[in-house]
């Protein structure tokens, strides 16, 4: 089951006014959230630059989070785990490991898009779980859909199951749409900072993100190196959209001429320490976007 979305173009997101939903990539992972305003035309081209935009035909999107010792696939009870059925091509549903016994495991319901995945017992489902260090990867098949005390399923034990470790600070492609502001100080070349409040803010791209930094793309001519930068956008995790503003500096020079992206300089930005939540966030983003883009070859 995959979330109905309906591709958009240029003439049906009104500029300069208040978006009326969440724009949303071809994958369905939000760019834009609704009641944002894209600025103007060149920052509406930056928006389509990438590909296809969307938003949802009538739902949301869902997901869950994580929590002690290690079960027999290496994953901690309270994992997020991401599911669907064997041969299905479409987006995870997501669930939570909830428990172990000898020769299985107990999970939550998975959900997609606010519904219960359509699923029976005697199902091959595929799985996924980040364990912190690595991706795991194995089937399994529901032996026992139960409904008291509360909706979870029995699975069997897990074959075929794969590994795939994880670099710490990975980065993840995405395609966030964020508010970038510097000082007008530096802007102007002035010799103080202003107030944030005082800065003025253009859209941006953010085209890959990690919990160290983002590679940003802009419309104007990109910050010089060493610049103060503040990004304001929101993402979804655990199935909520969550707006956060992290502080940084431009660490990577406005990338030479080069035809393709003449019109949108990118650069990179290096964020600052990152409060807990703005860390627990990115981390959250980061997990759940690579166990949506690992690979189950089994």
């Not at 071809?26 to 944002?36: E, H, I, V």
């Not at 299985?104 to 595929?126: C, E, K, N, S």
């Not at 409040?197 to 859209?203: F, I, M, Q």
């Not at 020079?253 to 990179?268: L, T, V």
């Amino acid at each position: 089951m995959q979330t109905a979305m309906i591709q958009l173009t240029p003439n049906d997101l009104p500029v300069g006014h208040p978006l009326p939903w969440s724009l949303l990539d071809g994958d369905g992972n939000l760019m834009l959230g609704s009641g944002n305003v894209i600025p103007d035309a060149r920052d509406l081209a930056l928006v389509f630059h990438h590909g296809a935009v969307c938003r949802e035909d009538d739902g949301a999107d869902a997901c869950d989070d994580q929590c002690a010792p290690a079960g027999p696939v290496g994953l901690q009870v309270g994992t997020l785990l991401h599911i669907k059925h064997e041969g299905d091509a479409s987006r995870a549903a997501a669930s939570r490991l909830i428990g172990f016994v000898e020769h299985g495991m107990f999970v939550t319901w998975p959900q997609l898009a606010g519904r219960d995945l359509p699923i029976q017992a005697g199902d091959t489902l595929l799985l996924r779980g980040f364990s912190g260090q690595a991706i795991h990867s194995f089937t399994s098949t529901i032996t026992a859909v139960c409904r008291s005390p509360f909706r979870y399923l029995v699975l069997s034990a897990p074959v075929s199951q794969q590994r795939t470790p994880v670099r710490k600070a990975e980065r993840v492609q995405t395609r966030l749409a964020a508010y970038l502001t510097q000082p007008e100080a530096e802007v102007a070349g002035g010799t103080e900072a202003q107030d944030d409040d005082t800065a003025v803010a253009r859209l941006a791209l953010l085209s890959d993100i990690s919990t160290g930094g983002a590679l940003v793309q802009t419309t104007a001519p990109a910050p010089a190196p060493g610049s103060r930068v503040q990004l304001r956008f929101k993402m979804r995790t655990a199935s909520f959209d969550s707006e956060v503003t992290l502080d940084g500096w431009v660490r990577v020079a406005p990338s030479a001429a080069g035809q393709e992206d003449s019109n949108f300089p990118s650069f990179g930005v290096a964020f600052d320490v990152l409060g807990e939540r703005e860390l627990t966030l990115l981390q959250l983003f980061v997990y759940e976007q690579l166990l949506s883009n690992a690979r189950l070859s089994v």
